[in-house]
């Protein structure tokens, strides 16, 4: 018997299969067919090709070049600096121009900082027993002593300004005070302006010179207005009406992020500028514009939080008649504007044009252009997934329906060479008459 059944098996290995095509009178399944049908051909067609633009090849290597120039002066009246006249060359930094730029809009000035000795926390002059302060320790928690042994000698201070000296300096009845250290003296202040000192940065104005190009496509433009006029960049300002005038008025810039210009200057914060690209070659180069978005990049929810704002220390030093140096140290608030470019481009045919290559940005990007390959590749798809559809429609033909013996002894028969019967049962051998074919 085993060997009986291991012998059918292998000469069942010399069996051929050819498809055997059956027309079925069923209206159902033949609806079914049909809807699917036309359910795949409208996502190949509708999907695929019209809104994916399935047909094209894509190039994603966006490169970008972003200059940006700040216009606009201040003027200040302060205890530290007197009267003093600001300029892009003093409240913008870097200066030189780059995609990240930071306006200052607020300050705290420490003039004549020398390195000497002083107390850790709040003084500004020398400590003198008869001069009553309170220390102020509690802001520096490391800085804090009862007695000169709380203070290592050469021990930086955690969080502080300097190295301590091993003196603990106290005001006079009090048994808590602050290490005496080895800094810059006197030490930051930690009074900042109530109100920004460069709070009329507000109407500051900045250009934004944005360069794109696809190199697979060698497309390239620029969002500023091809003129010759001189005076068109000095006299506008980007609206909708000029599109290809990229200078903004920084106020502007805020409020279209949804913030308050003087509210922001005071603690600093951070706002994105983003350029989009999007652009259909097949359509007029005229057709590419830039579009504006803006967005407050900081969390504006913790505004009133100790990790608010946008602020850091820089200094400016100089050496007196004695050749000892001495410095201006300032924390400086303000808010730091993030420029970034995305573009996407499709195209059928080539529309070079020229563009000097410039420093390439980072950024999402695509840009397609018709090729022959992706084209057959998603036919292909489509094509198979038409067949899925009639695989699907046999599944419900052959074992769903009431009637599903009957059609698989119409797909399904064996034939030999040597007898002119079906091996198959009477009803799977498709002997039936067109009465029973028609009653179903």
Request: aromatic content about 10%.
């Amino acid at each position: 018997m085993g060997q009986v059944a291991w012998k059918a098996f292998f000469m069942s290995l010399f069996d051929y299969k050819t498809e055997k095509y059956v027309i079925a009178k069923n209206k159902k399944v033949g609806v079914l067919y049909r809807v699917v049908q036309l359910s795949i051909l409208a996502y190949l067609v509708g999907w695929v090709f019209v809104v994916k633009k399935g047909y094209q090849d894509t190039d994603t290597s966006l490169q970008s070049s972003v200059i940006t120039k700040l216009k606009g002066v201040a003027f200040t009246n302060t205890s530290e600096l007197g009267e003093r006249l600001w300029d892009v060359a003093d409240y913008v930094i870097p200066p030189q121009g780059e995609s990240v730029f930071f306006v200052m809009t607020n300050l705290i000035v420490t003039p004549n900082q020398r390195q000497s000795t002083c107390p850790e926390v709040g003084r500004t002059e020398p400590f003198d027993p008869q001069t009553p302060a309170k220390p102020g320790s509690a802001s520096i928690p490391d800085a804090l002593c009862d007695e000169d042994t709380d203070c290592l000698e050469g021990e930086a201070v955690v969080a502080g300004n300097g190295v301590k000296t091993g003196r603990c300096l106290k005001d006079r009845g009090s048994t808590t005070g602050t290490c005496e250290i080895l800094a810059w003296c006197p030490v930051e202040k930690k009074s900042k302006p109530k109100k920004p000192l460069l709070g009329s940065a507000e109407n500051f104005t900045v250009y934004i010179k944005n360069s794109i190009r696809f190199p697979k496509f060698k497309f390239s433009k620029m969002n500023v207005l091809a003129t010759d006029n001189e005076s068109y960049l000095k006299t506008c300002r980007y609206s909708q009406e000029h599109p290809y005038c990229p200078i903004f008025v920084l106020g502007n810039i805020v409020r279209w992020a949804g913030g308050d210009f003087q509210e922001m200057a005071s603690e600093g914060g951070v706002i994105g500028i983003r350029i989009e690209w999007n652009c259909d070659l097949d359509k007029a180069p005229s057709e590419c514009n830039p579009h504006y978005s803006f967005s407050r990049l900081d969390n504006k929810s913790a505004e009133r939080s100790i990790s608010s704002g946008y602020n850091f220390r820089f200094a400016k030093y100089f050496r007196d008649a004695e050749g000892v140096d001495y410095r201006m140290l300032i924390k400086a608030y303000g808010i730091r504007f993030d420029v970034m470019v995305n573009g996407k481009v499709r195209a059928q045919a080539t529309m070079p044009q020229s563009l000097e290559g410039e420093k390439v940005e980072g950024g999402s990007s695509e840009a397609g252009k018709f090729n022959i390959i992706p084209t057959i590749i998603n036919i292909s798809s489509g094509l198979a997934l038409m067949g899925a559809g009639a695989f699907f429609c046999d599944l419900v033909l052959l074992y769903l329906i009431k009637k599903s013996n009957f059609y698989r002894g119409k797909k399904y028969e064996e034939v030999k060479c040597s007898s002119r019967k079906s091996l198959s049962s009477p009803t799977l051998n498709g002997n039936q008459s067109p009465d029973q074919l028609d009653g179903l």
